[in-house]
Structure formats: C-alpha cells, structure tokens
T-cell receptor, first 117, second 114 residues
Framework: GAVVSQHPSRVICKSGTSVKIECRSL??????MFWYRQFPKQSLMLMAT?????????EQGVEKDKFLINHASLTLSTLTVTSAHPEDSSFYIC?????????????FGNGTRLTVT | DQQVKQNSPSLSVQEGRISILNCDYT??????FLWYKKYPAEGPTFLIS?????DKNEDGRFTVFLNKSAKHLSLHIVPSQPGDSAVYFC?????????????FGKGTKLSVKP
C-alpha cells in the first residue's frame, strides 16, 4: 500500500517553455504532499509543501512564481515549472503520507528527470 | 551547510558480510531519523527509522544505531545480499517542521558482491 505515482518520469523541454509534473497518491489520501529536488551529486532538498485547498509553502530560495504548485484534491498535486531554463534541469520528486497516519514515513514517487535545452 | 552528512559516497561488501553505512548530523535538535533505499530510476523507499529517545532499532536484517552524543547514526545490514545493492540515504526530521520536512544526506552507494 501507500503508492505514490509521478508523471512524467522524464521530460525534455526547450528553454522558456513550461512543464507540468503530476504527483498522485494511488491508494490513500493526503492533505499534504512534498516536492523535493535533487541536483547531481547533491542531496534531496525540500522545495515546497503542497497543501490541499490552500497555498503551498515554499522553502527559502525557491521562487513561488516559477514553481507553481496546485493541490486540487486529496490525491493529486501538480508542480509546474514555468519559463524553464537550463539551470532548472534537475530531478524532481514528490512524496506524501496517508492523511490519517502521522506516524507513517513519507512515501516517494519515482521522480521526474527534467532536462531543459 | 550540510546538516546531514554521509561521508562515504560508496561502499563495497561481500555477500553474507555486514554492511555498515554511516551518517553524521550537526543539529542536536533533530529528533527523528530515517534511512531510505533507492534503486536506479525509482524513488526512495523507506527502510527503517529511529527516534532520538532510542539508541537502537532493529527490523530483520536491518539495525539502526543512534549515538546522540556523537551526533552519529549507522545502518547495519547483516547478512548483506546482492539485492541490497542500492543508494542509501540518511534523513533527519527538521525540528519544528512538519513530519514531511526531511533533511537528506547525499547518499551512499552500496554494492554487495556475490
């Protein structure tokens, strides 16, 4: 149980375009989902916390206007990288836990490899 | 400033032997630690965790030890199996943050040779 599905797994886009990444909890509901990013040879870093029905909370240094987060339902959060640039190329990964299981560890999706050319 | 450090980027162990993966942290306020395993092209999967009120937690072949005074934890895998070959991430729960606000190390790639 507790499966998190992320789509797409890999995307290549041109500089200036926008890319949407979806994160779904398949067998549980989550009021909160978390978006992480990993640059090569670096650790996973939390970008933002997605809250169902309210605004996302962004970590310091993460531009909220560039990384748009929408948590429209208890099973879906989306991250849109707007006007992507090559420096946005990274591995983006979402995570969540069942809303009624605060003691449950985070479950991660398989991630999205974004390459901006 | 890396608050969670995994100083060994890789580790190679013979099948059947013990694998010991180390992790150091700098913030004494961290109160919960987790280990995740990651295979290529997959997301991290939870392995085992430990609360700061404990110094050991065991689950089958996996044991995590916590030394609060040294701000050090380690993951022991015994006996190691080829299927254990993966990247292992140590993570700490950020104090005052939600339970999803984890600080990760850079990972250690474990190779278990048959």
């Amino acid at each position: 149980g507790a499966v998190v599905s992320q789509h797409p797994s890999r995307v290549i886009c041109k500089s200036g375009t926008s890319v949407k990444i979806e994160c779904r909890s398949l067998d549980f509901q989550a009021t909160t989902m978390f978006w992480y990013r990993q640059f090569p040879k670096q650790s996973l870093m939390l970008m933002a916390t997605s809250n169902e029905g309210s605004k996302a909370t962004y970590e310091q240094g993460v531009e909220k206007d560039k990384f748009l987060i929408n948590h429209a339902s208890l099973t879906l959060s989306t991250l849109t990288v707007t006007s992507a640039h090559p420096e946005d190329s990274s591995f983006y990964i979402c995570s969540a836990r069942p809303m009624d299981r605060d003691d449950s560890p985070l479950h991660f999706g398989n991630g999205t490899r974004l390459t901006v050319t | 400033d890396q608050q969670v450090k995994q100083n060994s980027p890789s580790l190679s162990v013979q099948e059947g032997r013990i694998s010991i993966l180390n992790c150091d942290y700098t913030n004494s306020m961290f109160d919960y630690f987790l280990w995740y395993k990651k295979y290529p092209a997959e997301g991290p999967t939870f392995l085992i965790s430990i609360s700061s009120i404990k110094d050991k937690n065991e689950d089958g072949r996996f044991t995590v030890f916590l030394n609060k005074s040294a701000k050090h934890l380690s993951l022991h895998i015994v006996p190691s199996q080829p299927g254990d070959s993966a990247v292992y991430f140590c993570a700490a729960n950020r104090p005052g943050g939600s339970q999803g606000n984890l600080i990760f190390g850079k990972g250690t790639k474990l190779s278990v040779k048959p």
